[in-house]
T-cell receptor, first 114, second 112 residues
Framework: GENVEQHPSTLSVQEGDSAVIKCTYS??????FPWYKQELGKRPQLIID?????GEKKDQRIAVTLNKTAKHFSLHITETQPEDSAVYFCAARYYGGSQGNLIFGKGTKLSVKP | EAQVTQNPRYLITVTGKKLTVTCSQNMNHEYMSWYRQDPGLGLRQIYYSMNVEVTDKGDVPEGYKVSRKEKRNFPLILESPSPNQTSLYFC???????????FGPGTRLTVL
């Protein structure tokens, strides 16, 4: 079936450093790639997304890049802060079903050390 | 306030005792989903609904039922819960034609 692989599963960085999380997807028809942040005990919340007609999107310290040819996309967080510590999930919209459901990666636990 | 709500938030039950987790959204969204979240496995879709009376299986539907009799509500039913259904469950909704999903606060279920 369709799959989204996410790496690394855990990531530890020093405050102020950059963090990069990478995902690959299998469905070449996928056209929407969101990233969700889940803080401990909270619900996942959308932090940024990108559509297939765009190669890069930025929102302050967060950016997402997409390489459709290679079927991978990445989340970049610059100048990390302790409040960036959370689990991050990538997802890809899968068109095998009737409504384009999201397939999620397994998550990356990011720890930002002060 | 626009939101997705779930009840209960926490539930401990025993094997075989039927239970229902409710989900409600006040945003008039057509599309609703149920996910389960397990350590190391991410979020996996159980069932989804495109509108009233229209539901379909996700990736892990075994042991679950859903119904969509009203647009705002999408309950998850476990007819005979088993310990492998111990998990964190999230309901989510989105309007048709858009992609962003809004998640509920989650329900932590433990089946003994």
């Amino acid at each position: 079936g369709e799959n989204v692989e996410q790496h690394p599963s855990t990531l530890s960085v020093q405050e102020g450093d950059s963090a990069v999380i990478k995902c690959t997807y299998s469905d070449s028809a996928s056209n929407y790639f969101p990233w969700y942040k889940q803080e401990l005990g909270k619900r996942p919340q959308l932090i940024i997304d990108i559509r297939s007609n765009v190669g890069e999107k930025k929102d302050q310290r967060i950016a997402v890049t997409l390489n459709k040819t290679a079927k991978h996309f990445s989340l970049h967080i610059t100048e990390t802060q302790p409040e960036d510590s959370a689990v991050y999930f990538c997802a890809a919209r899968y068109y095998g079903g009737s409504q384009g459901n999201l397939i999620f990666g397994k998550g990356t636990k990011l720890s930002v050390k002060p | 306030e626009a939101q997705v709500t779930q009840n209960p938030r926490y539930l401990i039950t025993v094997t075989g005792k039927k239970l229902t987790v409710t989900c409600s959204q006040n945003m008039n969204h057509e599309y609703m989903s149920w996910y389960r979240q397990d350590p190391g496995l991410g979020l996996r879709q159980i069932y989804y609904s495109m509108n009233v009376e229209v539901t379909d299986k996700g990736d892990v539907p075994e042991g679950y039922k859903v119904s969509r009799k009203e647009k705002r509500n999408f309950p998850l039913i476990l007819e005979s819960p088993s310990p492998n259904q111990t998990s964190l469950y999230f309901c989510a909704s989105r309007p048709s034609g858009t992609y962003e999903q809004f998640f509920g606060p989650g329900t932590r279920l433990t089946v003994l």
